[in-house]
């Protein structure tokens, strides 16, 4: 069997199980459930948030909406909960394959706070998400109307009426959708201080039958366009980039050794053979780079960090690499809620070996002796940073009671994960790391005495460097219009 044919014998039996210990789902599964005609279709409200910035999400119950009296949350998996969502039952009665026209989902009385709070949502553009099977059904709170300068109107209303698009093939439920369109928006303007708002929220539901087999066939079937596509993932683009980038690198590789090979050789002679005896007559007419090649592989004096760094960027291009081909192959829904969190954590976990291996070997290589210090800096260098910087991140979550806060029950969950599998494996990565290295061999010869550097201008300094290499990967983001909201007033 070839080497392919083990990695995927491998990947066939283990991965699936990782994948459904950390999404609650079988690969290849698209979580679709069988109905019978008259079955009760579970519709789960999840949270609200700003169009423009869909890290900022709420539950969706924290606005002043048809809530029932006792709120049973659906149990959701690490992936899920990564991504912001927390599922809630709700009141909305849905039937397979039965028809509803306009029923009413309740009524109620809005203080003027209440209608403020929705006032403030509707103007930050707040959508709204709800899950059916597992499919996402995405609409706008409200519609805000601004139109004219002089004179100036400012209009804002409210949907209290739902219309719910559901396609069926068999048994199975395959898209579903929601719209507002030929319905008129409630208007939240007028209200005095001490007057309540009476509201009546009604839906409607209908089913129709499709030919689509399966919801991977049908795009709708996922975010459908709603966000901006410049918060979409583009595969295409992200496989295209990584494969510019390896064949620019082999290209430069090729041309370089080719090059090299001589000077290399070259500077490899030993100094007896050299005229003279002096290692300083073959220098003359050398020019750039070649002036300083005796000090080109001098070891430096913070190795550690160097192959602390170097292991980690092994370890995240592995993870990315990782994502990649098991989304291509299929072992997981990329479309589906906190799938790709749950693979990231989990072959983030497993993947602590190589930054382990990789540190200590080249650590090892380059004459480093404290190599516990070595590997438990390698362990450290982003779990360490990051889980500072989230937890003042998670703070302000919490504190705003945005549902990307994490529950302790995560928290523990991830912190049990990263002791128990990815620190071990990044020691045990190590141990073998250490002991498989050999000597570094390089090209040339290193100088005893480092070659001294004349003093730089100020502009080729290591902070001017950082600063303007820092900006490379930046750029302004593409204005992005407001989206067109259907619907008109009375």
């Known amino acids: 069997m070839t080497v392919l044919g083990h990695l995927r014998s491998w990947s066939c ?10 999404t609650g789902r079988e690969p290849g599964v698209e979580g679709v459930t069988h109905y019978k005609a008259g079955d009760p279709v579970i519709l789960y409200v999840n ?11 709420y539950h969706y119950y924290q606005l002043p909406v048809c809530c029932p009296e006792k709120i049973r949350h659906k149990s959701l998996s690490l992936g899920e909960v990564l991504d912001g969502d927390r599922m809630a039952e709700s009141l909305y009665e849905i039937r397979f394959r039965e028809n509803v026209e306009k029923r009413i989902l309740c009524h109620m009385q809005l203080n003027s706070a209440q209608v403020e709070q929705l006032r403030q949502a509707i103007e930050e553009l707040y959508y709204f998400e709800f899950v059916v099977d597992d499919l996402p059904i995405r609409g706008f709170v409200g519609y805000m109307e601004e139109s004219g300068f002089l004179p100036h109107s400012h209009k804002i209303g409210l949907w209290t009426h ?20 030929d319905v008129k928006p409630h208007s939240l303007d007028g209200l005095r201080p001490d007057e309540f708002l009476g509201l009546t929220h009604t839906y409607s539901v209908r089913w129709s039958e499709t030919s689509v087999e399966r919801r991977s066939d049908r795009r709708r079937g996922d975010d459908g366009g709603f966000f901006p596509r410049t918060l979409e993932i583009h595969w295409l683009s992200i496989i295209n980039s990584m494969v510019l980038v390896f064949l620019l690198v082999g290209f430069v590789a090729v041309i370089l050794m080719r090059v090299l090979r001589n000077d290399l050789a070259r500077y490899n002679l030993d100094e007896e053979t050299t005229s003279g005896g002096s290692g300083d007559d073959f220098e003359q007419g050398d020019n750039g780079w070649k002036i300083i090649h005796t000090d080109v592989f001098r070891f430096p004096p913070y190795r550690g960090l160097l ?27 990329v479309h589906r809620h906190g799938a790709i969190n749950s693979a990231a954590i989990l072959l983030y976990a497993l993947t602590c070996c190589i930054s382990g291996y990789v540190s200590s070997h080249f650590y090892r290589q380059i004459g480093g002796e404290r190599w516990v210090w070595n590997i438990i800096l390698t362990t450290s260098l982003f779990s360490v940073p990051f889980f500072l910087t989230w937890s003042v991140v998670n703070s302000v979550h919490w504190a705003n009671g945005s549902t990307q806060a994490l529950p302790a029950t995560t928290i523990l969950l991830l912190l049990t994960v990263w002791l128990l599998v990815g620190f071990p494996l ?11 290295a050999s000597l570094f061999d390089a090209p040339c010869r290193t100088k005893n005495i480092a070659r001294e550097i004349p003093p730089q201008p100020w502009y080729k300094s290591t902070l001017i460097h950082m600063t303007v290499g820092g900006f490379l990967p930046f750029r302004y983001p593409p204005f992005i219009p407001w989206p067109s909201l259907s619907g008109s007033w009375p």
């Open 47 to 57: 949270k609200v948030g700003p169009y423009h910035n869909p890290q900022e999400t």
């Open 307 to 333: 192959c602390a760094v170097l292991g980690v960027g092994a370890q995240f291009l592995a993870l990315g690499t990782g994502i990649i081909v098991m989304a291509l192959l299929g072992m997981f829904n």
């Open 13 to 22: 039996r283990w991965l699936p199980l990782l994948l459904l210990l950390g």
């Open 162 to 181: 739902l219309d719910f698009h559901l396609e069926f093939h068999g048994d199975r439920i395959i898209f579903a959708n929601v719209s507002v369109r």
């Open 426 to 436: 990044t020691v045990i990565g190590g141990i073998f790391g250490k002991n498989n």
